[in-house]
């Protein structure tokens, strides 16, 4: 008979089989969609996420950050903190955090804490990972640029001449 399935000698076979997994078996992505310009990073140990928009970015573009892959993500159940923010030289020039938008739905980022959805205005976002997971992040251009100036007005109108109807 099969002595070898007895429950007694099964498990500790079960679980050697299970820790010598590969790591990639459940590696997940997360991905940030950034509305205007600024800048995210991971804060806790896996330092996956380090995501800074183009300086020329405006309120209407949209950049997808990446951390991690299939190949070397995170982990089921990883806790992640990620943290918005803006880089001296976009501040100056008029760039504000706005709010992270998340949501319970499948695929969706839920920022803690877990039982509110949608706009939080909180730099941080962390969350449990359990599977490919985004969200939104805000920014907004508040003030005209600072390094602009305006040197010449418009072009003046022709003069009208007597007698001729324009």
């Not at 970015?57 to 991690?68: I, K, L, M």
Request: charged share 20%; aromatic share 10%; net charge negative.
């Amino acid at each position: 008979m099969l002595r070898f399935l007895r429950p007694a000698r099964a498990l500790p076979l079960v679980i050697l089989v299970l820790f010598a997994a590969p790591a990639g078996a459940n590696a997940w992505q997360v991905t940030v969609h950034v509305h205007g310009a600024g800048a995210i990073t991971e804060t806790t140990d896996r330092h996956l996420m380090d995501c800074t928009t183009p300086s020329y970015s405006s309120e209407t573009t949209v950049t997808d950050c990446f951390a991690g892959s299939h190949a070397d993500g995170y982990a089921s159940f990883d806790i992640v903190k990620l943290e918005a923010s803006v880089p001296e030289t976009y501040f100056t020039r008029g760039w504000r955090f706005v709010k992270w938008v998340d949501s319970s739905s499948a695929g969706k980022i839920n920022c803690d804490p877990q039982g509110t959805t949608g706009n939080h205005f909180v730099t941080s976002c962390q969350f449990q990972i359990f599977d490919d997971l985004s969200a939104d992040l805000y920014f907004d251009d508040v003030a005209a640029p600072s390094d602009t100036e305006i040197t010449d007005g418009p072009s003046p109108r022709p003069a009208r001449r007597p007698g001729r109807k324009l």
